[in-house]
């Protein structure tokens, strides 16, 4: 009863939202501390062409064109949804510390960064608060991310446009589409901020080294925006330690305190 109620939730999701999400072991009792999050995919049901073994050129490159076209609507509308993307995860936990290195590296902030790997290597209720903390704040340039990665996949796919059937099949087309509908996730947003980060140190210390920026992620906006939630953790934390741990005071003690030629009085001696 328990897992049929689970997914009413999610049913309503797929309902009202333009994606068709798929629901990897949702049942799956082994792994119960592993996020099981909805997985993007491009929903085909309003797709005005379909993909058949029997396809002809022409009607394959019509299906790629409106593919790509509604699946990057389709994935927007995704990322744009927080209640259907996973939390952060051990894939995630890697590319965050890797962020937050090359952060450190480019603009020597290690003690803003510091605290936010420290975030990042914890693992309870108060350190998954403040992960996401980190997350919304970088949401706008994961989006981006997203979409710089799963455009540089889409000219891909439409530079396969001029190839016969026999060089890049209906199968090969699928596999693609597979491809591009994974690229839809917070993760691969990740990996494109990471590239940033990189060009950008690599530029810094080999000069001789011509690269170009990746467009429309700032190495400097993230900089602040992992500072600014780094100073809201470190406030939070020195509040929170400053309630649970009150100074104390000297309790007074009844110590028996022993006088020559005298009897043994008792004293109070403050401890």
């Excluded at 994935?75 to 590319?95: G, R, T």
């Excluded at 597979?178 to 210390?205: F, P, V, W």
């Excluded at 104390?248 to 008792?266: E, S």
Aim: with cysteine.
């Amino acid at each position: 009863m328990k897992k049929t109620t689970q997914l009413i939730p999610l049913l309503s999701t797929l309902f009202f939202t333009a994606c068709a999400p798929i629901i990897p072991n949702m049942l799956d009792t082994k792994d119960t501390n592993t996020q099981k999050a909805i997985v993007f995919k491009t929903n085909q049901v309003h797709f005005m062409n379909t993909l058949k073994e029997t396809s002809t050129l022409t009607e394959r490159n019509v299906y790629l064109d409106e593919y790509i076209l509604k699946s990057d609507m389709q994935c927007q509308n995704y990322l744009n949804n927080p209640l259907k993307k996973p939390e952060v995860d051990n894939n995630k936990n890697s590319l965050y510390m890797n962020l937050f290195d090359t952060v450190s590296s480019l603009f020597g902030v290690s003690l803003v960064t510091d605290t936010a790997k420290a975030v990042f290597l914890e693992n309870n209720v108060e350190s998954q608060d403040e992960k996401k903390a980190y997350a919304n704040a970088l949401s706008p340039e994961i989006r981006k991310g997203v979409e710089l990665g799963r455009s540089r996949y889409a000219k891909s796919m439409l530079n396969k446009k001029s190839l016969d059937l026999k060089a890049y099949t209906i199968n090969n087309l699928r596999e693609d589409t597979l491809k591009y509908d994974k690229q839809c996730s917070d993760t691969y947003g990740l990996i494109e901020i990471n590239r940033a980060l990189k060009e950008m140190q690599t530029a810094m210390h080999t000069p001789s080294i011509k690269t170009s920026p990746i467009s429309n992620i700032n190495p400097t906006t993230i900089k602040d925006k992992v500072e600014a939630v780094s100073k809201e953790v470190e406030r939070k934390h020195s509040e929170h330690n400053a309630t649970v741990a009150p100074a104390t005071q000297p309790v007074p003690v009844d110590v028996p305190v022993r006088h020559d030629n005298a009897q043994h009085l008792p004293h109070s001696i403050q401890l």
